[in-house]
């Protein structure tokens, strides 16, 4: 009897390794399920809690949302420059889209899980998604002048942050690149796959299968602040923190505690604290960017996708600029340095609770509870 169950104990623990024990708290987690396997029913009910979220007036007093949606835009705003480009990129946005997960499910009553897109079946034919089917999904392409989208479920919504960090009104629109969109493609994915260090697979993941889901799409999904403010934003980074997991999965003893990195990066802006920018901070101060946005981009390449990947000198997805430059670097809570650890503190305005990245290393812990299937 005895010895039955040290056996049991001992199989069991081999099938699913246990992790300082943290695992208890997640005995059933819900099950993120890729969008071209979701019922009609299962898409409807994402879709209207997605737009349950964009009726619910705003509540954080932050400048400019006007709704829940538009509060986590403008979250993603607040601390843009300081989750990309560092090595607090895959745990802040897992958490972001955890918060964002929350939301459709304690304030707008919805049942399932954060969808995710399974952007190699589409990759180099984003324009042919089932995603961006008009009854089903989340509306096409956009179209006129303003590339504004013209059909689904979102196509008279008006957001109230952006672009970049300035707050205007304006469409959610798309421009969709199909020769961008080839970096989705599964060889890229695989290439960061077989990376064994940290730093490097999240470079990896961050370069080709990132910003091609956001390129691909263009148009707003191309701002590095205010890319929320397109719905496909949250499918695209579930599949991300997918990818992450799939890699951390190839050796949790080791990658649930593998991370590091600059904590300032690509878009330093002098004077932040605390992991978001400081309230007022002038528009105009990330190097490249004329007033706090982006460094123009495009002209588009046209072609088929060869012509856009590999690219030499790298992906030219979101700027990579040289690293910093002036100024003091900036105090993350729970970093004793400008390195990324993992009692850094990831901040997302009150949407949630603050918690480290120790606290969203394992999706099946004490914090997150959830499975990609
Ligand atoms: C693009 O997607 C459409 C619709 O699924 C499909 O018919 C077509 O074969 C795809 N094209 C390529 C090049 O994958
Ligand atoms: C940035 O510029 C926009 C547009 O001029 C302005 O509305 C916004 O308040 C500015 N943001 C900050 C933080 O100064
Ligand atoms: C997991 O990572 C650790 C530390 O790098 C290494 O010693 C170990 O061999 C790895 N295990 C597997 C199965 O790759
Ligand atoms: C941390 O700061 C020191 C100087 O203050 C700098 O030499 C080092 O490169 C920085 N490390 C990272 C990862 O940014
Ligand atoms: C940047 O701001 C300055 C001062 O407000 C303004 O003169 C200039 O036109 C702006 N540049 C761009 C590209 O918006
Ligand atoms: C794609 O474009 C490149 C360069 O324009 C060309 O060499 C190649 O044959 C094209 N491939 C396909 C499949 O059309
Ligand atoms: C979240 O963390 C930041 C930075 O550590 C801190 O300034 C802020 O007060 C915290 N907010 C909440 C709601 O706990
Ligand atoms: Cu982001």
Redesign the pocket.
């Known amino acids: 009897m005895r010895l039955t169950w040290i056996l049991f104990a001992i199989i069991t623990a081999d099938a699913a390794p246990v992790h300082n024990g943290e695992r208890a708290a997640c005995t059933s987690p819900i099950q993120r399920k890729a969008w071209h396997t979701l019922t009609r029913e299962e898409k409807k009910s994402y879709i209207d809690a997605e737009k349950c979220l964009m009726s619910l007036p705003a509540k954080l007093g932050l400048a400019g949302p006007r709704t829940r949606f538009d509060e986590f835009q403008k979250i993603h705003v607040l601390h843009a420059p300081l989750i990309h480009g560092v090595g607090a990129f895959l745990p802040y946005h897992r958490y972001y889209v955890q918060a964002h997960e929350t939301a459709l499910r304690t304030e707008c009553s919805y049942a399932g899980a954060q969808p995710y897109w399974d952007e190699p079946r589409?990759a180099?034919?984003f324009s042919?998604s089932?995603l961006l089917d008009p009854e089903t999904g989340f509306g096409g392409d956009g179209v006129g002048p303003n590339n504004c989208i013209a059909d689904g479920p979102f196509k008279d919504y008006m957001n109230s942050v952006g672009p970049g960090e300035s707050i205007t009104d304006h469409c959610i629109d798309r421009q969709i690149n199909d020769c961008w969109s080839e970096g989705a493609a599964q060889k890229n994915v695989d290439a960061c796959m077989k990376i064994t260090t940290f730093e490097s697979a999240w470079n990896c993941l961050e370069g080709m299968p990132h910003r091609s889901g956001h390129r691909g799409i263009n148009g707003q999904m191309m701002d590095v602040f205010s890319s929320p403010g397109d719905p496909l934003f949250y499918m695209h980074h579930a599949y991300l923190d997918k990818l992450w997991w799939q890699w951390q999965s190839k050796n949790l003893s080791s990658r649930l505690n593998e991370v590091t990195g600059p904590n300032q990066g690509t878009f330093f802006i002098p004077g932040g604290v605390n992991g978001r920018l400081p309230i007022g901070s002038p528009n105009g101060t990330i190097p490249g960017g004329p007033n706090g946005t982006f460094p123009p981009f495009g002209p588009f390449p046209p072609g088929n996708g060869s012509d856009c990947n590999p690219v030499p000198g790298g992906f030219p997805g979101f700027p990579r600029l040289p690293p910093p430059q002036n100024g003091p670097w900036i105090k993350i809570d729970g970093d004793p340095a400008n390195i990324t650890t993992l009692g850094h503190v990831i901040n997302v305005e009150g949407m949630i609770p603050n918690v480290t990245i120790k606290d969203v290393m394992d999706i099946q812990g004490d914090v997150l509870c959830y499975e990609y299937v």
């Open positions: 589409d180099g034919n042919k089932i």
